[in-house]
């Protein structure tokens, strides 16, 4: 009943790739079987010293990182990410965070793990978007790693302005003082994993993990949906 129930409702509301725009087949959810397999897929769990976790060399002390797919300009995980940020599609961060999760599973990565961050959004900003885009990602991966989510214990003090054109320097400029810990006895002696939509320069979660780090017998590790290539 419920299968057809859905083929009704996709006939009258059909759904749609949030790659390429093309409607979903009744089997496929948020990606068509093309861009599935067009996703540039990182692979970089398999490596321990990949180049995620050496962006972060002399800047944070960093257990372990990791990307899921790469993010190229005017690419599908652009589009993706878009729909995901600014259209309110947040089934969207469930799906990655699902998949992801079960890769990283079955690989023993994240294993010691005790508890999932997301990067907080500032109030006001949070206010203005409804949401938090890097939630559901996180909530998923945490179901699917068994590990506590956590989305009280740190927040962000400082509404910075957007991050996307600016240099390294500047947006580390501009995050300094950026970030505060809430409730440190849930973190203390934790290893936290760190949770972003997309890496670029990486300033925003060095801000956060140096934060972090400051609690007694805390390590830090750092998962992303994407990094820039």
Known sequence: MVNILNNIISVFIPSVCAGCKQKLSVNDQILCVTCRHELPITNFHLEKENSV???FSGRASITNANSFVLFHKKGIVQQIIHQLKYKGQQQVGTFFGNW??????????????????????HKKRLKQRGYNQVTTFSRAL??????VFDETSFKRTKN?????FRSRGDRWQRLQNAFA???EKNLKGKHILLVDDVITTGATLEA?????LKIPGTTISIVTLAVTE
Do not use: H, M
């Not at 945490?142 to 590990?147: A, N, P, V």
């Open 53 to 55: 976790k050496r962006l």
């Open 100 to 121: 992801y999760g079960t890769i990283l599973r079955e690989d023993g990565v994240f294993k010691d793990v005790d508890v999932i961050i997301p990067v907080p959004l």
């Open 142 to 147: 945490g179901e699917k790693l068994d590990i």
């Open 160 to 164: 910075t302005s957007r991050q996307v």
């Open 181 to 183: 810990v809430i409730d």
């Open 208 to 212: 956060c993990a140096n934060i972090l």
